[in-house]
Antibody, heavy 120, light 107 residues
């Protein structure tokens, strides 16, 4: 069974930093693209970032470009999102989602999410 | 950026009835269109990809159609577990974009 478990969320002040993690199990992590998607309270889904299996192709939404960094450690079956210069509008539940073997594919498995709250 | 527009925002349907959800892209996304279902407090679940292919384990009452800019998700006979929010997503171009969602509620 594919399992994606996010962690690292919490309350942070504007301008602060946070690092999210996603622990993957139940599949060969190094074979798949991975993604972060967020959902502000009561709102819809917003794609944040994607990374290929070998980390050679990375994409970001304009809203986070230059502030967020996606990375992965295939030896640890883990995906990360380093979030710097956080703003109130970054408040959301952040989901880790599995893509397919190639970049720009649908997300076939999702985690339960971790809540990030940016507030003073 | 490709804008995805879903309609209606809310759909009130009785159990056993048919539900038809629409998704329109601001430019062609070919068949690179997915549908997701999300229930409160849960992560989304992939229902349809390639505009019309059901994902693993998805019941046959869910069907997708369309290509280019116009897409439809049909739930042939609504079950109690189908009341949820549904999102379309294009994965043809960066940035990947989602529609605003359609909430299917009990009439």
């Amino acid at each position: 069974e594919v399992l994606l478990v996010e962690s690292g969320g919490g309350l942070v002040k504007p301008g602060g930093s946070l690092r999210l993690s996603c622990a993957a199990s139940g599949f060969t992590f190094s074979h798949y693209c991975m993604n972060w998607v967020r959902q502000a309270p009561g709102k819809g889904l917003e794609w944040v970032s994607s990374i290929t299996s070998s980390s050679d192709d990375i994409h970001y939404a304009d809203s986070v470009k230059g502030r967020f960094t996606i990375s992965r450690d295939n030896a640890k079956n883990s995906l990360y999102l380093q979030m710097n210069s956080l703003r109130a509008e970054d408040t959301a539940v952040y989901y880790c989602a599995r893509g397919w073997a190639y970049s720009g594919s649908p997300f076939d498995n999702w985690g339960q999410g971790t809540l990030v709250t940016v507030s003073s | 950026e490709i804008v995805m527009t879903q309609s209606p925002a809310t759909l009130s349907v009785s159990p056993g009835e048919r539900a038809t959800l629409s998704c329109r892209a601001s430019q062609s996304v070919s068949s690179n269109l997915a549908w997701y279902q999300q229930k409160p407090g849960q992560g989304p679940r992939l229902l349809i990809y390639g505009a019309s292919t059901r994902a693993t384990g998805i019941p046959a009452r869910f069907s997708g159609s369309g290509s280019g800019t116009e897409f439809t998700l049909t739930i042939s006979s609504l079950q109690s577990e189908d009341f949820a929010v549904y999102y379309c997503q294009q994965y043809n171009n960066w940035p990947l974009t989602f529609g605003g969602g359609t909430k299917v509620e009990i009439k």
